[in-house]
């Protein structure tokens, strides 16, 4: 009863959102991912800590069970690009990992043969800008394609020498959109598209003595487990993924003040959000605006003994913030508790621009947070290793196919797990190991909405080569 309350309100307000909205020229949108940003620890999202206060004091449509696509950045990306499931776009060679010969230029990444989002909206004369301070969210590795501005990382290197570390603070993003708003506030603009793409959150956490001070742990000494906001193996190097063999090694106190550098720079972002808001308002454009807040995935923070993300697909990396953020007039705030994707992102703003809504995707009808639009009843995630995800209102139903071959040597298997989220919202019971004759339905339902494709079991990131591989080690990704 209290799921369907709550359902018949989310209707309601989206409803005044499409009357509201759809007879004049579409809203811009600003899609904003903080990456590696976890749901689990904002405060909006029910954390004990304030981590973004900001976001939990400006009014928003908040999704209170979202779920990135994959648990890696490129993955996660090109299907949110594209609406495609990443095993869509692998078996139909429309994305390769990228690399780079030394001696010839970039191949792989988004293929040309995509009709990316941006591609989508400039046919119908909306406007794409990016700027990703990700390095390999990038014009290089294909993500480009349709936008008419993209200010990357490689832009950002060449302009402030970052030679040293992979780092773009989030500071420095918001002083390219400073830029850009001077022409994007024209009266006489077509509405227009705007990506970010910040990195305060991904790892290392480099947090801010004004920020870490909030959560540092009290009178903690093991400064060589946990340094400059990354865990650090007995050896000297970064633990990176590599935790199963050193497990023993990590204790409590480390974790805990781990998590405090992440805490940190959450605090970070959304100072920088709060930052990005206010420009928007100064410049007019905070009531034709609406800001979609979200991550291409979350984080392991030791859940299960490990840290980072690619891993299992498990609710610490896969449920991700999203809160749409509407202009102050429309007074549009509130929860909505059902299931919904990252991929699901591309089909709202497709739909918002008016845009061809045409996809060969094999999943079924998407939700849409920007519309009264029905949402599907089950939404499909993948992960490496082959997994792929299946959430409903109650349960996740994970199988995984081929973990054996993935890179980091983890404790788990292949098989099926179905977990109960009311239960068990840490998704630790295997509700298939025991006899209750309702699990075989709830698994054949599930699994009745699979896709006919299959994620590939390959590790995107081990097979970059050249000058983002240089990049992606310095990030912690390869070795």
Not at 298 to 305: A, C, I, T, V
Not at 348 to 367: E, G
Not at 378 to 396: H, K, L, N, Q, S
């Amino acid at each position: 009863m209290r799921f369907l309350l709550r359902l018949a309100i989310v209707a309601a307000v989206l409803s005044t959102l499409f009357v509201a909205v759809r007879p004049r020229q579409p809203l811009n949108v600003i899609l904003v991912i903080s990456d590696s940003l976890r749901a689990a620890n904002l405060d909006v999202y029910g954390y004990s800590r304030v981590t973004a206060p900001t976001l939990a004091h400006t009014p928003a449509l908040v999704f209170t069970r979202a779920y990135s696509h994959f648990t890696f950045t490129w993955p996660s990306v090109a299907s949110l690009f594209t609406g495609l499931p990443y095993s869509s776009l692998i078996e139909g060679e429309l994305f390769t990992t990228p690399s780079k010969d030394e001696l010839f230029d970039w191949t792989g990444g988004l293929e040309p043969d995509n009709a990316t989002l941006a591609e989508r909206l400039s046919e119908v004369g909306v406007r794409s800008l990016a700027v990703s301070a990700s390095p390999y969210i990038a014009r290089n590795t294909g993500f480009g394609q349709g936008f008419e501005y993209f200010h990357d990382w490689d832009r950002f290197r060449e302009e402030e020498a970052h030679t040293d570390v992979p780092y773009v603070p989030a500071g420095r993003v918001n002083r390219v959109v400073a830029s850009l708003l001077d022409d994007l506030r024209a009266p006489d603009r077509q509405p227009w598209f705007l990506y970010l793409h910040y990195m305060d959150t991904h790892m290392p956490y480099r947090a801010e003595e004004r920020d870490l001070s909030y959560y540092r742990v009290p009178g903690y000494d093991r400064t060589g487990h946990c340094a400059g906001g990354a865990m650090i193996a007995p050896d000297g190097e970064w633990l990176k993924w590599k935790t199963a063999d050193v497990a023993n090694w990590v204790e409590d106190a480390d974790v805990a003040q781990l998590t405090a550098h992440y805490d940190a720079q959450i605090r970070r972002f959304d100072r920088e959000l709060g930052s990005l808001l206010g420009e928007l308002k100064a410049a007019g454009l905070r009531d034709r605006t609406i800001v979609i807040v979200t991550s291409d995935h979350g984080e392991s923070l030791f859940e299960r003994g490990f840290w980072g993300h690619g891993y299992m697909s498990r609710a610490e990396e896969q449920h991700v913030p999203l809160l749409v953020i509407f202009p102050p007039e429309l007074g549009i705030s509130g929860e909505a508790d059902f299931p919904i994707t990252t991929t699901d992102i591309f089909h709202a703003i497709v739909r918002h621009f008016r845009a061809d809504p045409s996809s060969s995707t094999p999943l079924p009808p998407v939700a849409n947070p920007l519309t009264r639009e029905s949402f599907r009843a089950v939404a499909y995630t993948e992960g490496p290793g082959g997994t792929r995800v299946y959430r409903d209102d109650r349960f996740a139903l994970y199988e995984h196919t081929a973990l054996e071959k993935t890179t980091h040597q983890l404790p788990r298997s292949n098989g099926l797990y179905l977990f109960d989220l009311e239960a068990d919202a840490a998704e630790t019971v295997n509700l298939l190991d025991g006899d209750d004759p309702s699990t075989a339905e709830h698994r054949r339902r599930l699994l009745a909405t699979a896709p006919t494709t299959r994620p590939p079991t390959e590790d995107p990131m081990m097979s970059a080569k050249g000058r983002l591989r240089e990049s992606l080690r310095a990030l912690g990704y390869v070795e």
